[in-house]
Nanobody
Framework: QVQLVESGGGLVQPGGSLRLSCAAS????????MGWYRQAPGKQRELVAV???????IYSDSLKGRFTISRDNAKNTVYLQMNSLKPEDTAVYYC??????????????WGQGTQVTVSS
């Protein structure tokens, strides 16, 4: 019973930057992994980046160096800083979160998505 609300999407020109935010609420105790996926028109949802409460990160190889994930555990919020944006980055970006109790993890919770459009 976790709710995720994304914000920060919008229209940006190629080469520009954007920062997405996602705030978790509800049953937030023991949330470990938070992160971002995206889905472009006509394509399947794909990993952007995830981060654990301890700061371990996993990025899509193609996005390393342009995108940076971070989180504020006290605020139950995860961020995605996107730089040097390209038209092919246009997609709906979805926030995700996962509970961990010892060695047991829940399925991902998903936000409603926020549209990012990169166009001149």
């Amino acid at each position: 019973q976790v709710q995720l609300v994304e914000s920060g999407g919008g229209l940006v020109q190629p080469g520009g930057s954007l920062r997405l935010s996602c705030a978790a609420s509800g049953s937030i105790f023991s949330i470990n992994t938070m992160g971002w996926y995206r889905q472009a028109p006509g394509k399947q949802r794909e990993l952007v980046a995830v981060i654990t409460s301890g700061g371990n990160t996993i990025y899509s190889d193609s996005l390393k160096g342009r995108f940076t994930i971070s989180r504020d555990n006290a605020k139950n919020t995860v961020y995605l800083q996107m730089n040097s944006l390209k038209p092919e980055d246009t997609a709906v970006y979805y926030c995700c979160a996962q509970h961990t109790y010892g060695s047991i993890s829940s399925p991902y919770y998903w936000g409603q998505g926020t549209q990012v459009t990169v166009s001149s």
